[in-house]
């Protein structure tokens, strides 16, 4: 099942023909204090038998709307710093991006926090925030967490997860941490739609590709990740809860570049989608 944010406060169901509205069968109305995590991914995972049986729901073509952040407001957004060795490898061997560091493994560096003010959905642009530096795209695996998580080990740790998307990691170059680096404000692109767990029977079978203005720049599969997403859950998971709706950025392959104002990217997972998003 794939499920999307529409046109900021609606929430859909795709299919062959379209766009489903089933907002109504969502409690949309939380009661203060809310508990952690995003109010409507909290929900979902219970009700997903009675969103597979919806069929009398207002239909719309998916050209007619807006597509936001199927997340709305994750408490974490997670990135995964250096997940595929080739990245590594061209990480380490240009001084634009390295910036003076060695890069060396995930497990010494551990994870990285974008800011949730960062995030925005499809429909929206990234706007280059610093005309005069270096913004690179990195296109990654995005997995929704639909369960709370705690110290959970990798056995036990796809039981947590939702679902994936789409995820862009856009990031500054520069010497500064990466937690500040890459939560620029529109830095953080989630979507199209969530497409539940249960229709990706192996998350790291998947071809990932990015492209600017037509031309390919990134292209690789899943299968290259160092921690896999079982093991990307159980080392988050000790260090904090992690709670529906929160997104883990799987890290990124080879091919990151610069961006220019007026660019358009256009990035796809294999059975998840594609997106084209503009730069500003
Ligand atoms: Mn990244």
Known sequence: MKICRFNRDRIGLIDERGLLDATELLDRRPAWPLPAGDWIVRQIPDLLP???LARDLPRLPLDSVRLDSPVANPGKIIGAPLNYRAHIEEANAQPAISHGKTFTSLDQLGLFLKAGSSLVGPS???RLRFPDRRTDHEVELAVVI???ARCISRQRALDHVLGYCIGLDMTVRGPEMPG???SVDTYAV?????VTADEIDDPHALELSLDVNGERRQRSSTRYMIFDVARLIEYASSFYTLHPGDVIMTGTPEGVSQVFPGDLMHARIE???EMRVRVA
């Open 124 to 126: 929206e642009e990234v």
């Open 146 to 148: 639909g369960r709370e």
């Open 50 to 52: 009675r969103l597979r």
């Open 190 to 194: 989630l979507g199209p739609w969530i």
């Open 180 to 182: 500040y680096r890459k």
């Open 271 to 273: 059975r998840i989608g």
